[in-house]
């Protein structure tokens, strides 16, 4: 089964008013309502880029253990810095509702079993790249400066490398969030003025193939993401599979080669719409796939690091916004929701979102994870 790809380029081109750009923002929506994510394309977006990042963060990664806990800021709740492998949990390993999701699934499409499942072995480096508030905010925490390696060869290449990829997949998932305001029926700005100030964040994932290389290996936990949108670019390596609302089927996912990225719904566009568009579930583990890559990588690149990097980008909105579900919205997801279980379909459990702060639903996952106490 193949994502929905949604054309960046036909909504630039515009005007925004046009019948065909109002169907490409339509199908964006319904993209991220029936399968929670999405292909995107974007002209803009370079694969040299990309490449020049995944390599910066392989030889950031490849470092001894004792340099990477100099970048650490626990204290921060790792909203900046390094997270090492072994710290962040799955929340689904806990969390009822998240369970019932997975007990609902027909087996063969269930996730790999991560009932006693440890800290995921994955390790992550968040870099900022936000926009200051111009007001005092009540979530310093999470809007912290940078941390910049220390290390000399990296130093030099990272703030510009790291900003360079960063600004493209910003760009690329801030149009899109426009364009699925626009094909919900709602003003065109109403999520990308709320996540102007948002604590966006670069935010490579890396999992040490030698040590984790094994298959059917749990990189990270079935799991949902808790901000706005998460935007991927291509891997080297294969595992991340994502789940369809709409069947309830995993799919491996395949992003094309070309300007084109991954997005994901997170758990902030589930809370302001109500659950009309719900978080997309997904898993990265070591498969038959990752396992050709590995040898592949391993006789074409003997030299370089045996390390897999997501290449993934955070979107939030802002930390002192009032998440609130859109009145319009919510009424669409009490609607879809009954139709689905008219028609016999598990849509999960039925969720109250109760007005708080952006910052606190992101320290309160932060807790549901482990990442702060």
């Not at 630039?12 to 029936?34: M, N, T, Y």
């Amino acid at each position: 089964m193949d994502l929905p790809i949604i054309d960046l380029d036909l909504f630039l081109a515009g005007p925004r008013d046009s019948e065909a750009v109002v169907q490409e923002c339509k199908k964006a929506a319904d993209a991220l309502i029936f399968y929670g994510a999405l292909v995107l394309h974007d002209s803009r977006v370079s694969e040299d880029d990309n490449s020049t990042f995944l390599d910066l963060i392989e030889d950031y990664f490849a470092q001894p253990q004792e340099e990477l806990k100099k970048d650490e800021r626990p204290e921060l709740g790792y909203q900046v810095g390094v997270t090492l492998e072994n710290t962040e949990k799955p929340k689904c390993a806990v969390d009822e509702p998240c369970l019932r999701v997975i007990e609902a699934l027909e087996p063969s499409e269930r996730p790999l079993d991560i009932s006693a499942h440890d800290p995921d072995p994955k390790c992550r480096f968040f870099w900022r790249m936000s926009e200051a508030p111009p007001y005092p905010t009540e979530f310093p925490g999470l809007n912290a400066s940078n941390v910049v390696p220390t290390t000399s060869n990296l130093k030099e290449r990272w703030s510009v490398t790291m900003e360079k990829w960063g600004k493209s997949m910003k760009s690329a998932v801030a149009v899109l969030a426009d364009m699925v305001a626009i094909g919900l029926g709602i003003s065109a700005e109403t999520f990308s003025k709320a996540g102007r100030y948002g604590p966006h964040l670069l935010a490579p994932t890396a999992s040490d193939l030698v040590k984790y290389g094994q298959k059917d290996t749990i990189l990270a936990g079935f799991h949902t993401d808790l901000n706005f949108l998460t935007i991927h670019g291509r891997s080297r390596y294969p595992g991340l599979h994502v789940w369809a609302r709409n069947t309830g089927k995993r799919i491996p996912v395949k992003i094309p080669p070309g300007n084109n990225l991954l997005v994901q719904a997170g758990k902030q566009l589930e809370h302001i719409t109500g659950g009309l568009i719900k978080a997309g579930f997904h898993e990265v583990v070591v498969n038959d796939q990752t396992l050709a890559v590995i040898e592949e990588r391993k006789e074409a690149f003997p030299d370089r690091p045996l390390i897999r990097i997501s290449s993934t980008f955070f979107w939030h909105l802002s930390s002192d916004y009032d998440l609130i579900p859109i009145p319009v919205l919510n009424n669409k997801a009490r609607v879809l929701r009954a139709e689905r279980i008219k028609s016999g379909k598990f849509d999960g459990d039925e969720t109250v979102y109760p007005p708080m702060k952006v910052g606190q639903q992101v320290r309160n996952e932060l807790q549901h994870i482990a990442l702060l106490a």
